[in-house]
């Protein structure tokens, strides 16, 4: 417990009793040849998969980061159960807005080929640009505008406008291919996280669960909050929150309309298999339901006509659609949970320097190297016999 080891994967698991570990949470190499590194030409071997479901308790479970590449994530699967293990699960897709489109312009390339020189049309800035004359504080330094190729600096060299010229083609076969992109590249928005479980050894899940705890899985912990006391159902205007108060979730109660009012569970929204970061689901328009209400039947069907109302329940909140999902509010939910001391600095972390023997450990087996003064440059000792 609450020990790092490092090594290699395959050889610190054959070093692990069977069925000592309760869950294998891991992003192992996509496969993607990422800058044609060896480590990431395939996925993980059968061998490590077979390994960590030996070292896995009965009905444990494995969530795999994947990507969502379709060639790289069916290997991933296959790798997995063959090695075992049960994957007839849903995924979980995490969806995120800091990803970059990579693809390249195939109506740039064409000129380029030819050796056309593209006619500059114009300027843009760039979406990872820093607004301009904003004070960054987590830098500490107000932004001063330092005009140079490209760009506009601060006095910390950080980047704070990117300014790219927009060109149009010349050639007319880059005109004819202007606006396409090689093969299908697009943005990347969403990884894939895959879920599977060493099959249990009980005759059913709730008994592997009265045994060991295993084969299920603590999603009411996995809730993601609302937003604000307005944002609980239980509290609307015909409502106060005292008067709520005395109501537990799953009671019902009829306000002064006639509409009754189901109480939902006050931990917070059911996990769903969408995880969403950076409010990516924010068109621009703030959504407002009313208090969580069943109104009956209203879409109608052969027993009886419609009533042209919503059926069914809706939840009394607001704001945009990432609140269903948002990962980003349920981890500030559970910062009160980390110690103290590291709640003051968050999200910094004071770590101490690491000492002379860390950083030598494992480094034993080489040769020692004797320190020597750059060309040009004098020693402590030569400087303070200097005179002035």
């Not at 004797?370 to 004098?378: F, L, V, Y």
Request: proline letters at 5%; charged letters at 30%.
């Amino acid at each position: 417990m609450n020990k790092i080891i490092n090594g290699d994967s395959l050889k610190v698991l054959k070093k692990l009793e069977d069925e000592s570990v309760d869950l294998v949470c891991t992003d192992p190499p996509y496969g993607y040849s990422f800058m044609n590194r060896d480590w990431d030409k395939a996925v993980p071997a059968l061998e490590i998969w077979q390994e960590c479901l030996r070292v896995l308790k009965p009905g444990g479970f494995c969530f795999v980061m994947s990507a969502p590449r379709s060639d790289v994530q069916s290997r991933m699967m296959v790798r997995l159960e063959d090695a075992g293990f049960n994957i007839g699960f849903t995924p979980i897709y995490w969806t995120y807005a800091t990803g970059f489109p990579k693809a390249s312009n195939v109506g740039k390339a064409v000129d380029k080929k030819l050796g056309k020189q593209r006619k500059v049309v114009g300027k843009y800035k760039h979406p990872r640009s820093i607004e301009k004359g904003v004070e960054d504080k987590s830098w500490g330094k107000k932004s001063m505008k330092i005009t140079l190729e490209g760009g506009a600096y601060g006095d910390d060299k950080r980047t704070l406008e990117e300014i790219q010229q927009r060109t149009a083609p010349t050639s007319d076969e880059a005109k004819e291919l202007e606006g396409s992109y090689v093969g299908y590249q697009p943005k990347p928005a969403v990884e894939v996280v895959l879920v599977a479980m060493k099959p249990i050894t009980e005759k059913t899940t709730l008994e592997q669960a009265m045994k060991n705890g295993k084969g299920i899985t603590w999603l009411d912990d996995c809730r993601i909050p609302y937003n604000k006391e307005s944002d609980d159902p239980r509290i609307g205007k015909n409502y106060s929150h005292n008067a709520s108060a005395d109501y537990k979730p799953g009671q019902t109660k009829n306000n002064n309309k006639g509409e009754i009012q189901t109480l939902h569970n006050e931990d917070g929204r059911f996990a769903a298999n969408l995880i969403v970061q950076d409010d990516v689901l924010n068109d621009g328009v703030k959504r407002s339901k009313g208090k969580h209400t069943d109104s009956g039947s209203a879409s109608g069907g052969i027993w009886q006509e419609s009533t042209g109302k919503p059926a069914g329940r809706t939840y009394g909140d607001e704001g945009s659609f990432s609140r269903f999902y948002d990962l980003d509010s349920w981890w500030k939910s559970q910062i009160h949970k980390l110690p103290e001391s590291v709640q003051k600095t968050f999200p910094f972390m004071i770590v101490a320097k690491a000492s002379k023997a860390e950083k030598n450990k494992g480094l034993e087996h080489l040769p020692k190297k004797k320190s020597s003064s750059m060309p040009g440059r004098r020693n402590a000792e030569d400087m303070s016999n200097s005179k002035i």
